[in-house]
């Protein structure tokens, strides 16, 4: 039994999920194929439809309450004082009928340049038919990880903000049945970001341009056995950019571009990457770590392109296409998706439409409720009505 849960069902979360997420359709005669691995990959899931539907962008699109995830220190300049969203992602569906991600965010503004913001991330594996070294059926379990995590963001000028986020991390892989050579998985991490946005316009139509870089998931490695073996949870940088346009009172434009770069040892030709370091000290080498030189760096930086356009600040239309090197996993991806906004609620759609066939992503739904609380709790402060109803912003023009 113990031998079973180290030796099946870790590599089945550690490995197999995350493979089937990179989408490794190489052969083993590919020796350029070299993709980072790390523990708990259920954390680089997009968890949104807003987002998701704009091919995984995030880092300084307008904010809502899923900016917690894609870079808190935008909740500095929402205009609502309280927000909330809730997210529902079947996965894999492909694959399997029951694996799902369900992510619950939301924020409250202290004051005009001071917010909190709060979420909790749901991974669930499904069910999986334990069985012994003879094939006998034990027990049916349902493995599960969570994240719950906690930010701050504060403006630090009138078009400047910066967070800090601290998150506790649960892994558990045997779906509670307990084994001595097995136990749940559990870390800390954080995640620094900033955000910066100014108007750029020179007559009433709104020219916004936006950045923003997100450092998440910097903390302690995470065990599966008391501490006999380490893994690297999925740090990663973040940076992007968005440029939003008003061509009239009822019709507005977005364009924004996203990069990422997971900040975890390459696996080096003769094996696996130095497991070894400490985690602080394998975010700065794995800058320059990959055996491929920088050649092989820029492969690790996967781009996200998207498009959001809103009417009348009711209905909006989405678009994106998200692209990681085939030496590093190979997704590339269309997406698409719809944005309806009522009085107090806002229901997000999205879809995924793979570039490659066979992909375990192909038609990966998303669906997301935001509740628009503004009205109910009232405003933080008076601003101009802005074009973006998903998070209107409104910095100061220089």
């Known amino acids: 039994m113990n031998r079973f849960i180290s030796k099946k069902v870790l590599p089945f979360g550690l490995i197999l999920f995350f493979g089937l997420v990179c989408e490794a359709q190489t052969s083993t005669t590919e020796t350029r194929y070299n993709p980072i691995t790390t523990a708990v990959p259920f954390l680089t899931i997009t968890p949104d439809s807003r987002h998701g539907a704009m091919g995984d962008v995030g880092a300084a699109t307008s904010p809502d309450a899923n900016a917690q995830y894609w870079n808190p220190s935008k909740l500095a300049f929402a205009e609502e004082k309280f927000g909330l969203s809730l997210s529902f992602?079947?996965?894999?569906?492909?694959?399997?009928?029951?694996?799902?991600?369900?992510?619950?965010?939301?924020?409250?503004?202290?004051?005009?340049?001071?917010?909190?913001g709060?979420?909790?991330?749901?991974?669930?594996?499904?069910e999986i038919q334990l069985t012994d070294q003879n094939g006998s059926n034990l027990a049916?379990?349902?493995?599960s990880e969570f994240a719950l995590d906690f930010s701050y963001s504060r403006k630090l000028s009138d078009n400047f903000s910066g967070s800090v986020a601290l998150r506790y991390?649960?892994?558990?892989?045997?779906?509670?049945?307990?084994?001595?050579?097995?136990?749940?998985?559990?870390?800390?991490?954080?995640?620094?970001?900033?955000?910066?946005?100014r108007d750029m316009s020179k007559t009433d139509n709104k020219k916004i341009l936006a950045w923003g870089i997100n450092l998440s998931n910097i903390g302690s490695r995470i065990s599966y056995?008391?501490?006999?073996?380490?893994?690297?949870?999925?740090?990663?940088?973040?940076?992007?950019?968005t440029y939003t346009t008003e061509f009239s009172s009822s019709n507005s434009l977005a364009f924004s571009l996203d990069l990422n770069k997971l900040m975890v040892p390459t696996p080096q030709l003769t094996g696996s990457g130095d497991a070894?370091?400490?985690?602080?000290?394998?975010?700065?080498?794995?800058f320059g770590d990959a055996p491929g030189g920088m050649k092989e760096e820029l492969q690790e930086i996967n781009y996200s392109l998207g498009a959001e356009y809103w009417y009348d600040r009711k209905f909006a239309v989405r678009a994106g296409y998200f692209n990681e090197n085939q030496y590093k996993g190979n997704r590339k991806f269309f997406s698409t998706g719809l944005g309806v906004k009522m009085s107090v609620c806002t229901i997000d759609f999205a879809y995924l439409i793979p570039v490659?066939?066979?992909n375990p992503l192909a038609n990966t739904v998303r669906f997301t409720l935001h509740f628009n609380l503004g009205s109910l709790a009232?405003?933080?402060?008076?601003?101009?009505?802005?074009?973006?109803?998903?998070?209107?912003?409104?910095?100061?023009?220089?």
């Open 378 to 398: 009232g405003k933080t402060e008076k601003v101009e009505p802005e074009f973006s109803p998903a998070a209107p912003m409104a910095p100061t023009k220089q």
């Open 356 to 358: 490659n066939q066979n």
């Open 140 to 143: 049916a379990v349902k493995p």
């Open 276 to 286: 070894s370091k400490p985690a602080i000290s394998s975010i700065f080498s794995s």
């Open 225 to 241: 056995d008391n501490g006999s073996n380490k893994e690297y949870l999925p740090a990663n940088l973040k940076l992007g950019g």
């Open 118 to 126: 709060a979420s909790l991330r749901y991974f669930s594996m499904g």
């Open 89 to 116: 992602t079947p996965w894999l569906r492909q694959l399997v009928s029951d694996v799902n991600l369900a992510y619950l965010a939301g924020y409250y503004k202290l004051s005009p340049s001071q917010t909190i």
């Open 169 to 197: 991390i649960r892994s558990d892989l045997s779906g509670g049945i307990s084994s001595g050579a097995y136990v749940p998985g559990n870390a800390f991490a954080t995640d620094v970001s900033f955000f910066y946005n």
